[in-house]
């Protein structure tokens, strides 16, 4: 895909940067990156069919929802998220290359905003990879169709910080903007990036598709999600390719507790073994899984007890760990199904 129309940069009415921008008319094929600012609700810089689609009162109004959901909530959050992990975490892992985000699904979102320092970041989960921009085009009218579901799939994360698989699965599974790379593309945009390329490609015998992108720093990154079982059932299929990038980063949130269930035992042992640290909040490996021994244990924020729906995972461990850590400061941004600050919480495991 390509183009000989200028690149145009954003443009702000009355100089608001927290404003509608200026939807400048452009030419040529749009390209990874322009569907990406599409989905974004950001002018883009290729592509006659999209930039026309960008002139209409319905994309204005889909551009004004993806910018209510952006100011009013979710860029705060993430910018608090950056400067917390800055200052308190991200020296730990600096030397490490890539991040495990098993259950992360779709959300790059956190994941860029808590290990930006990190080059490779590996999503896991169950939703299909879904649409492709480079191998599946799509004609003006279903993607205009489409905008309402994508909104509606990307609404949870954006206001509160993880994805309903459910509820995702339900609002994208009839729209030409299946699965989980649009929710990619559109994030990287989001956060001030740039798409270079999409490909599809294989983790094992699972299907997965690479997004390598430059985020607003201006550094190459590359995001891979895997569409694939993480049980005891289907994990021996993910070893040789989670192998294949050695060492790294793991990071659990909103992961529903799976990492307490046996079922789900290999997967805990090899993120244990393969991580120099691991960051959670209380739905990841249960806090008796990292002896002494070989961990180093900083706890962040508040741990009083599950949400009721996962009253059953109390911790009396963890809520003795954090006792014995008093005047912690609480984290200036919610983690999971605590998305309010006063319960959230987060450990850093440190491996010695």
């Not at 800055?86 to 860029?112: C, I």
């Not at 299946?178 to 390329?197: C, D, E, I, Q, Y």
């Not at 789900?264 to 909040?281: C, G, H, K, P, T």
Request: proline share 7%.
């Amino acid at each position: 895909m390509s183009s000989c129309a200028p690149q145009k940069e954003d443009a702000r009415k009355n100089n608001d940067p927290d404003g509608p921008p200026v939807f400048v008319p452009v030419g040529g094929d749009a390209g990874p990156d322009d569907m990406a600012r599409f989905l974004a609700g950001r002018p883009v810089r290729h592509g006659k069919t999209v930039s026309d689609l960008q002139q209409t009162p319905e994309y204005a109004a889909h551009e004004a929802a993806m910018r209510g959901m952006w100011t009013g909530l979710t860029r705060h959050r993430v910018a608090r998220m950056s400067e917390w992990s800055a200052l308190n975490v991200q020296p730990s892992f600096s030397s490490d290359r890539v991040l495990f985000y098993p259950f992360g699904g779709p959300d790059l979102l956190h994941a860029e905003a808590l290990f930006s320092n990190i080059p490779t970041k590996i999503l896991m989960g169950l939703e299909p990879v879904g649409w492709l921009p480079n191998t599946a085009p799509v004609s003006a009218t279903d993607l205009m169709a489409a905008l309402p579901a994508y909104r509606e799939a990307t609404r949870t994360q954006m206001q509160i910080g993880y994805f309903i698989t459910k509820d995702m699965k339900t609002d994208l599974d009839a729209s030409v903007l299946r699965g989980v790379t649009p929710v990619v593309l559109a994030t990287v945009s989001l956060m001030g990036g740039t798409v270079l390329n999409v490909n599809a490609m294989a983790a094992g015998p699972y299907q997965a598709v690479r997004v390598d992108y430059r985020n607003a720093a201006g550094d190459s990154n590359t995001v891979i999600y895997v569409c694939g079982d993480l049980s005891n059932g289907g994990f021996r299929n993910y070893r040789a390719f989670l192998d294949s990038y050695g060492r790294g980063t793991t990071y659990f949130k909103a992961a529903s507790y799976l990492m307490h269930d046996d079922y789900f035992s290999q997967a805990r042992d090899y993120f244990l073994s393969a991580s120099n640290n691991v960051i959670e909040d209380d739905s990841g490996i249960p806090f008796r899984f990292f002896a002494p021994a070989l961990w180093d244990i900083h706890p962040y924020g508040n741990y009083e007890a599950p949400i009721p729906l996962f009253a059953k995972h109390m911790q009396n461990d963890l809520r003795e760990a954090y006792l014995a850590v008093p005047n912690r400061p609480l984290l200036p941004f919610g983690s999971g199904y605590h998305y309010g600050t006063e319960t959230a919480n987060l450990i850093h495991a440190v491996r010695k």
